[in-house]
């Protein structure tokens, strides 16, 4: 079996050093991480030579474009964060990273960023070159740390959102996907009775030549449509998607669709609840961090992702740019809860307005699971006994003919 030297963090942050025995790098990497250690280096070694190293690693091409997830960000900012803590230095750590990382396509990205900070480049310059992996807050806020000489900090504080982050969007995946789930399964059923199970009864009707009743014609109707129209049906809606697509991406479409996702009956209301939260968190994080509040307000504007909601934010931004409070514009806005603008002026008046946002946003996180935990406790019954409704219609149309067809048949 092959034999592996290590370097590598115990839990205390020092630095080890060991061999390890394991099938693959991959294998030995993480029987090193069940045992409470932090990779730095791994070297393999046969016949007392060493060959390979923490910096010269094969990266797999074929994975090129393998998608960088909030998941896989999040991690490598959190060991990025425990390695700058204990005082390694920055090329080493990303030397650490390339070969800890696994998402291929993020390996090929760090690879990159170490050899321009190599040359001298500081680590937001670098990170600055991949937009579509390090947004403008995650830069601003490691530059803020470079410039501040706190990047350490930063960085447990970029931790700290991301993992946030991903906690709120695995609660809305995971409220939205039951009830998706079993939306597409009645439509399956649905489509199977009028595809399947209607015409092969209309064949029964037919053989007799009886007056059937409104809701076995309608039933028939529908079916008939189904069956004799259906790439139109396809068509109608491959197109429509299309063009609501198209349409948003239009100045007036956006601004129509952020509105009405505001506004549309209980999805509105969440979906304005988690702007808000992520408004409130990016700015407290970029407050915190060092960001100029400037250019805080600059990068939180499409954080929120509405339309609506960035142009009172941009607003708030005019009035600090002239020495005046933010929470005026927002509470005149009309977009944000009073609890918020109320929050963010008492947090201006006593110079605590990181808490306070920090604070706001934690309390609408938790409505927002609660919500949608009762959202999601709530649309099970409604969806079953919608889909229980439609069966017992489908059932009664071809029923009740059919009994009509046995007095008859007597």
């Not at 005026?328 to 963010?344: A, N, Q, R, W």
Request: glycine residues 8%; positive net charge; proline residues 4%.
């Amino acid at each position: 079996m092959p034999a592996y030297e290590y370097k590598a963090l115990d839990r205390s942050k020092k630095t080890v050093k060991g061999v390890v025995e394991a099938e693959t790098p991959k294998s030995a990497r993480s029987k090193l991480k069940k045992q409470g250690l932090f990779l730095t280096e791994l070297d393999e070694q046969k016949g007392g030579i060493k060959k390979g190293s923490g910096i010269n690693i094969q990266v797999d091409f074929s994975k090129f474009f393998q998608r960088v997830s909030v998941n896989d960000l999040a991690e490598m900012t959190s060991q990025l964060a425990t390695l700058t803590s204990a005082g390694i230095p920055m090329v080493e750590a990303l030397n650490a990273l390339v070969d800890q990382t696994e998402n291929q396509a993020l390996k090929v990205i760090l690879v990159e960023i170490r050899e321009q900070v190599n040359q001298g480049k500081t680590l937001g310059d670098s990170l600055k070159l991949h937009p579509k992996v390090f947004n403008n807050l995650y830069v601003s806020m490691v530059t803020a740390g470079e410039q501040s000489g706190a990047l350490d900090i930063v960085l447990k504080r970029l931790t700290e959102y991301t993992a946030a982050t991903v906690k709120m969007r695995g609660e809305l995946i995971g409220a939205l996907t039951y009830p998706a789930l079993m939306g597409l399964i009645s439509l399956g059923v649905v489509a199977g009775l009028f595809i399947g199970v209607i015409p092969r009864i209309r064949r029964i009707f037919d053989s007799f030549d009886v007056a059937l009743p409104l809701i076995t014609r309608m039933m028939l109707g529908i079916s008939d449509f189904f069956v004799g129209w259906w790439y139109l049906i396809i068509a109608a809606l491959v197109g429509g998607i299309w063009y609501l697509r198209r349409w948003v991406k239009t100045e007036a479409g956006r601004r129509s669709w952020d509105r009405f996702m505001l506004n549309v009956p209980v999805f509105g209301r969440i979906n304005r609840l988690v702007a808000v939260s992520r408004f409130c968190r990016t700015f407290a994080t970029l407050l915190s961090s060092g960001v100029p509040i400037l250019t805080a307000v600059e990068i939180v504007k499409s954080v929120v992702q509405n339309v609506i909601l960035a142009e009172a934010i941009e607003t708030a931004g005019q009035n600090i740019s002239e020495g005046e409070s933010i929470s005026g514009p927002l509470k005149d806005s009309g977009e944000f809860p009073p609890l918020v603008t109320h929050m963010i002026a008492i947090g201006e008046r006593t110079g605590d307005l990181e808490p306070m946002l920090q604070k706001v946003s934690d309390s609408y996180d938790q409505r927002v699971e609660n919500m949608l935990r009762g959202l999601t406790a709530t649309l099970e019954p409604i969806m079953i006994v919608g889909l229980g409704g439609v069966v017992m219609v489908v059932a009664l149309s071809i029923l009740v003919p059919m009994l009509n067809l046995s007095s008859i048949a007597r």
